[in-house]
């Protein structure tokens, strides 16, 4: 059974940074794609960014690229989120999964169901 857990969300002021972390077990981390995704409530689930399993290749949505960046550590089964220049519209609750694709003509869909999430904030 894959275990996700998310971590690293707070309450900032816009203009700000966060580094969220991901820690995941119950799959071969360094086989596969990862993803972020993010969820306001009355919203789907958007994927806001993802990467290769060598992080050969990342892709970031409009509204994040140039503001956010992933990595990941294959030794560590850990996946990252660095994001700063934070505004109030990426406020949302932040997920991470394995995901069945990272390229920039498909969309990413998680393979396992999700974690809880990370709560990101983001004031005026």
């Known amino acids: 059974q894959v275990q996700v857990q998310e971590s690293g969300g707070g309450s900032v002021q816009a203009g700000q940074s966060l580094r969220l972390s991901c820690a995941i077990s119950?799959?071969?981390?360094?086989?596969?794609?990862m993803g972020w995704f993010r969820q306001t409530p009355g919203k789907e689930r958007e994927g806001v960014s993802c990467?290769?399993?060598?992080?050969?290749?990342?892709y970031y949505s409009d509204s994040v690229k140039g503001r956010f960046t992933i990595s990941r550590d294959n030794a560590k089964n850990t996946l990252y989120l660095e994001m700063i220049s934070l505004k109030p519209e990426d406020t949302a609750t932040y997920y991470c999964?394995?995901?069945?694709?990272?390229?920039?003509?498909?969309?990413?869909?998680?393979?396992?169901?999700w974690g809880q999430g990370t709560q990101v904030t983001v004031s005026t």
């Open positions: 990467i290769t399993w060598n992080a050969g290749f990342t």
């Open positions: 999964a394995a995901v069945d694709y990272c390229s920039p003509t498909r969309t990413q869909n998680p393979i396992h169901s």
């Open positions: 119950g799959l071969t981390f360094e086989n596969h794609a």
